[in-house]
Each structure stands twice: as structure tokens, then as C-alpha cells.
């Protein structure tokens, strides 16, 4: 079966929203006994259809990335005008020299572009960042940064695309924070930047140690976040930027952070980002206040949040927050509100996100996903009470095709309760199956059990997977994640070993059929278990992993986060070389892949030479593929899929299985 894509605004029964009625057509439901289409490795591996969605200001363009296949493969920005239904493609990458990383309307005109691509600063790998803009009206593309402001810097920037205030009243400028300038060149200043061609000038001087800034709603450079090695101060600063008054101080990685996230209209009042009973909350306080108070918001129970703010420009406030733990919105206006629920009832059996809202706050884009849904946007207008969708995130991947996920709870060794997700092929019982165990990257990160194209193409391969969010992982509140600082291949690794066992004793796994695979710290996780368990796995994968902590954390040493380096992962050498997997190579009896972008500036590629020349010293079965212009994020569609079909080979030649889809 094969999901017809609907096409940007395509013309089919859009939905009444006063009757909070929609039907998505999509094939039908395979039955218990029918077996399961196997897809193609290119389905599970490319690049999103469509992505980084952005609706401009007035509502009247949809600006998104589309995915380009062909002679020609790389991505393209679009630009819909949601009147005439034209369409543009004013930029196009082949992912290799640059990639898109985010959109933004810095007004009706004009689309902001951020493009990331590796480069090398004095001898050290490095990404840089650049912004460019999209003129409508002129219909041509420029640098943001004119040549006349980069000759007043005392170096070129690293990053020249961080925007700290789009000044959604002022159609010619937005603030932008830059290294390079001033008394304190290697600390950032604010800069208004002309966006009309005119002027830009200096509207905040760097500070020693001020690494951050945040303006208010009436744009005013009003917090800076100052860091000296691992020791954080929260400063406010008075308009007519005198002394600063701090706020509050802390150590990186304890339960007493309070991170700003962002002002209401009032100057005043301040939301932050706190622990409250162990878990992070959404609070806000009163600068007026002289005894800070903090003043509960929003809190999960068991769990934690980490919101970012949802301001209204008509309604001149903020009207509520989006958890980045699970992209939900939580809204406090009852406008939205209703908005929100009536969404929810139309589309129940979904996760409703509204991922970009016009200022009038009558036209949105709405993002639908759930376990086996790998997203559909929709465009809707409150006004014409439509809601019509317009494109698919995965064209290729149709939910009646997917496997669902289920939530689980095992207990580890220590007695401590860790959640896991187990995906299941489709129409087959979770028995005595070929396991693929998927510890995620990180570690300060999670699983959340929602649409995941690696666990899917697993599954659709006929494999059980297993994703555990081991102790360090994040959303679990204070305790669970400092479980996980300077501890790699402890209670993290004996964690993931441990929902393996789990899994057997379940009768879910077929003991002589396991292979771990991961990326990132979950490559670490992977390659460390099988040189630390005996008879657990058949084999092992690992893309872009973290082969020699030691070196790893060393890597940081020309790098400004150096020091919180240090104290997340551990600053004894000794004791983190003999944590990697480097160390235990000659341990290692199965079949190892290992795969790695030649251009991964998060994870060097040496990490998996260096563990490829160890293996095969040890006369080990490894094989090693080094994908060229690769980056940690698989951001090129060719080496995307070039890595899914070595899984899909090495997977199969190594678990030897014979389930059927």
C-alpha cells in the first residue's frame, strides 16, 4: 500500500471547525492474519518530505524544506502563498557544503535562513553558523551581515546566526548576539541589525564572563547569563545599563538552577525554569520583588518540564508554553484554549501541535503525530473555519504500515524502576523475537515512545525493538539525570544491559537473536556492552559513537564549554579511558559495524578509526564504513540511506532471522 500524498492545500473536504469535525482518509487497516508490506531502507532513511514549517507573520505564506530526489538530490526551501497558491524555491543545498537548520519571518517580507557547515579554526573542527535573508517583495536572497559591519569586527564570528529579539514592530531590524567586538571581544555583544540596508549599530557591549543575553518584551537588553568555568550568575540589568544586580548563582548540573525563559509584557515579570519537589517547573517571579519569590506556573507530576513561552503580540502576553519533552502546548487563554481542545476532539487519537500561529492568532499550521502517524501537517484558518492538510512529514511511511509502541517499566539490578519502549513488528505476538536493543544518544536526552523512523524501520524488518531511557536520561527529574554525570559506563551501562535481560525473561527476545545498536552516546552504550557482557548479544552497531571518552572530553579543550565538559562527563583520564570502549576492544566477540561521517564535529571520526584499528588488532569481525561529507546528524540524504542499508545487510546476515512480514 502506498500513502497518496495530498499535495500542498490540496483540494479535498476541508473541515468545519465550529463542528470540530475531520476524517483522514488513509488505506485500510491490514487484519490480524495479513502479513505486513516490507519497505525500502530509502522509505525509514531520507530526509523528511517536508520539515521546519513556518507561517509568516499576517498568515499569508507557508514557509517550509522539502526534500529533494533525483539527479540532483539536496533540499530546497519553499515559500506558499496561501492566496494564489503560487509557489517559490528561492534557496536550494545539496547538504553537503551547508545545511538548513531553521526558518523564521522576521516580518511579512522578509524569511530568515540559519545554514550550518563544518569548517576548522586554528586546527580544531568546528561548525559555523550563518544567516541569510529572503526578500518577497525583492525577490532575491543576501547575507544578513553586510560587508561594512564584518569590517568592524576584530574577528570573523564563528556563529553570525543567533537572534535574541526579532522586534516584531520594527520591520527593518532584529537584535543579533555576536563574539568579535569591543573591549571583551571573546564574550558577545548585541548588535541592532539593519535589515533594510541601512546602518546596524552596537545597542549592548560584551561583559567579561556574559556569555548570554535576553531582552525583554519592550526589547531591552535586560538578562545576562554569566558562566566562569562551571559557576552560573543570573544578572539583571537596569535600562540604563549601569551595575547588575544578580539574581541568582549556581552550579551547572545541581538542583538549585534557575534558568530564565523569557518576560511576560510586563518588564517586571519574569518566567524561569526551576527544580520545585525534584522535578523541573515553570515558574515566574517579580523582579520587584527583593526576596525573588518564585511563584508556581506549571508542574508535572513525576516528571519534568521544560517550556518554552508562547507569547501573543494581539493579546500583549504570554498565553502559555510548549514542553520540549513532548512538543505538547499548554495554554492558559481561554481563546487558545479552545482553540487547543477543539483540535484534540477533532483529531483524537493524535499529538495536536501548533507549530507556527499568525500574530492575529487566526491562522496556524498544525503538526499531527503519534506512534504510528510520522506527521501531517495542516493549515488552518479560523476565520473560514478550514483546516486542510497540505503535506506529509514521510510521504512514504503510511501508518496502516507502521508497528505501534508500547510503554513498559523493568527494574534495574539496584531496584530503581526504568521505563522503556518496546516496538513490535506488525500483526506478529511479542514472542521469543529477534531483538534490536536502541539506547538513545546524548545522554542527557530520552526516548519518549512516540514516531521513531529508526524504531520503525527496525520493526518493519521483522526485529522487536527495545528503547530504555537509562539512568542520566532526561525528564525524569533532578535525582535520575545527576544518576548520569561523570557516570559513563556505570549505572548508565549496567541500566541498558538490564532491560536486555528483561526483554529475554519476558519471553519477548530470543535469546540467541540480539543485536544493540546506537548512535552518538547510544554508539558508546552499544559497543561498551558487548565488550562487558558475555553471550548477551550477536552483534553490535554503532554510528557516530563515542569510542574514547577520555578523548572525547579532551576535544573540548580549545572549546569555551571545556569546564561543563568536564563536569558532566568526568575529568579523571584514567578512569574515563578505561570507561570506553577503545579499552575493552579485545573483549569484544561479535560482529561489529561501525559507521561514521567524515565531517562529524560533535564526535570525531577518529573515534570509530581509532575502534576499527583495535578491533583488528584483536583479529575481531568489525567492518567500518566512513560515510564522505558525513555529519553527526546524517544531514545528507545519500548517507542517510547508505546507512540504513548497511544496517539492513548487517542486520540480517548477523541475526539470521526468519520472521516474515
Known sequence: MKRNFLGLLAAIASTVMCAYHTQIAHAEQPTSNQTVQQLPAEAFGSLPDVSNVRL??????????QR????EPGSVISIFNVADKSQIYPIRTDNKRFRITNLTWA?????????NFPATRYGTPVTESRLVKYSLTEKKMSNVLKKSVMKRFKWIPQFQSNVIDYLPEDDEHILMQFRGMGNTPEYPSVMKVNLAGGRSHWVQPSRRDVWDWITDRQHTVRIGIYRDDTAYRIYEQSENKGDMRVLWEFEAFEENVI????????PNILYVNSYVDGYKALSKVDLRDPELKLELVFSRDGRDVNPSLVYSRAKKKVVGFTDGDD???????????????????????????IISLSDDNRRYILLTTNQTESGTFFFGDRDTQDLAPFAYRYQALPPELMAETNSHFYKARDGQEIQAFLTTPKNIEAKNLPLIVHPHGGPISFSNGGFDNWSQFFANQGYAVLQMNFRGSAGYGFDFMKAGIAKWGQQMQTDVEDATRWAIEQGIADPKRICIVGASYGGYAALMEVATTNNLYQCAVSFGGVM????????????????????????????LYENSPVYHAKNVNVPVLLIHGEKDRVVRVDHSE??????KKHNKDVEYIELKNGTHYLTNNKNRVATF????????????????L
Not at 509568516?56 to 524544506?65: E, K, L, R, W, Y
Not at 529533494?68 to 539527479?71: A, E, N, R, S, W
Not at 516580518?107 to 545554514?115: E, F, G, M, S
Not at 569546564?563 to 562527563?569: A, E, G, R, S
Open 68 to 71: 529533494l530526489d533525483g539527479k
Open 645 to 660: 542499508k548497511a544496517m539492513e545487510r548487517f542486520l540480517a546476515e548477523n541475526l539470521k532471522s526468519t520472521t516474515q
Open 548 to 575: 574514547d571518552v577520555e578523548d572525547l572530553v579532551k576535544n573540548h579543550r580549545n572549546y569555551t564549554s571545556y569546564d561543563i565538559v568536564k563536569k558532566q562527563i568526568g575529568d579523571d583520564f584514567d578512569v
Open 107 to 115: 516580518n511579512n517580507d522578509i524569511l530568515l535562513v540559519k545554514a
Open 610 to 615: 581509532d575502534m576499527y584499528d583495535a578491533l
Open 259 to 266: 534558568w530564565p525563559v523569557g518576560f511576560d509584557h510586563d
Open 56 to 65: 509568516s507573520p499576517d498568515g499569508n505564506h507557508i514557509a517550509f524544506v
Open 327 to 353: 512538543s505538547d502546548y499548554t495554554f492558559w487563554d481561554n481563546d487558545l484554549t479552545k482553540l487547543a481542545n477543539g483540535l484534540d476532539k477533532a483529531l483524537p487519537d493524535f499529538n495536536n501541535e
